[in-house]
């Protein structure tokens, strides 16, 4: 069956203008300039800026949520800074909730003793982790970080993520204290060893 004439026109439909660098905008987390969305839209200057102009007034600060803005060199758009406080509300309301005690351990353990797999971690943990490892995955916390190859079926391995060290204010693993000034050596042995038993390779993971 044939589709609608009308929705084969719609698919095939050029943006306007004003639509194209609206798009663009939206998209951008930073003001882009005059000379990126000329390249973008391959549109003629005179009509990217009668564009901009439109844009300036669908979205005057008093009558949207969203302002246009000529910052930087270049425009974006905003939030109007008369929502701060509904907004700063709204972060407050939608923040996740703080990190478990056993969270903080999972990340530990990826942190000294990493990458790992899933069954490492729970080794190290001595219970399984499965649930805290998907929320720090979620989160963007942990990701994975290539495959245990000499293993049956070649788990995926897990380590910490960007915006783990973002959160932290770590530049990367050796911001933090070693293993061995925060743990006894001899319950790091034992760790260890619960890990080996697993087939698991640790190099050392900052310890000093």
Request: charged share 25%.
């Amino acid at each position: 069956m044939n589709a609608p004439e009308h929705q084969s026109a719609q698919e095939h439909t050029t943006p306007g203008a004003t639509s194209a660098i609206e798009a663009i905008l939206l998209v951008s987390s930073r003001p882009v300039s005059l000379s990126s969305i000329l390249s973008a839209t391959a549109l003629p200057e005179p009509e990217v800026q009668e564009a901009i102009e439109e844009l300036k007034e669908r979205y005057a600060p008093g009558t949207s949520g969203i302002v246009f803005r000529e910052v930087a060199g270049g425009f974006q758009l905003a939030t109007n800074p008369i929502c701060a406080d509904v907004l700063e509300r709204f972060r407050k309301e939608a923040r996740p909730a703080p990190l478990s005690g056993a969270a903080y351990e999972v990340l530990a353990c990826v942190l000294y003793l990493g990458p790992l797999t899933r069954g490492a971690i729970n080794e190290v943990r001595g219970v399984n982790s499965d649930a805290v490892v998907r929320n720090l995955l979620d989160r963007n916390l942990l990701a994975e970080a290539g495959r245990e190859k000499s293993r049956p079926g070649a788990p995926v391995l897990l380590d910490l993520t960007e915006d783990f060290l973002l959160a932290t204010g770590a530049k990367g693993r050796d911001d933090f204290p070693s293993l061995g000034a925060v743990v006894d050596p001899e319950e790091i042995e034992r760790v260890r060893e619960r890990v080996r038993g697993q087939g698991q390779k640790i190099s050392g993971g900052g310890e000093e």
